[in-house]
């Protein structure tokens, strides 16, 4: 399977239940492997719409905070951005 966020994100939630989290990975079953891919794309897919805490970060990080001029940047520091706000909405 290629690098895609939904295997990063399947393998991490992979990591959080099991030690040893890459060679554990690789020597899962595909079966084991696709159970952590459909919770990975449930959680994916539960972050498309953002909060307004989210969405303002990523505001704030794209035209205000890191915006150097290149579009590039700009959409990372965005994106960078709205996972963190999203990180601090479930710390209370």
Do not use: C
Not at 27 to 47: G, I
Not at 62 to 77: I, K, Q
Request: net charge negative; glycine share 6%.
């Amino acid at each position: 399977m290629t690098d895609t966020m939904i295997e990063r994100v399947a393998i991490a939630l992979y990591g959080a239940d099991e030690s040893d989290l890459m060679d554990n990975w690789h020597s899962a079953t595909s079966s084991l492997q696709n159970v952590y891919r459909r919770k990975a794309r449930a959680a994916v897919e539960a972050m498309r719409e953002p909060s307004n805490d989210v969405l303002e970060a990523m505001w704030a990080a794209m035209f205000v905070g890191r915006f150097t001029g290149s579009e590039l940047p700009m959409l990372g520091a965005g994106f960078e951005a709205a996972i963190d706000a999203a990180l601090q909405e479930t710390k209370g």
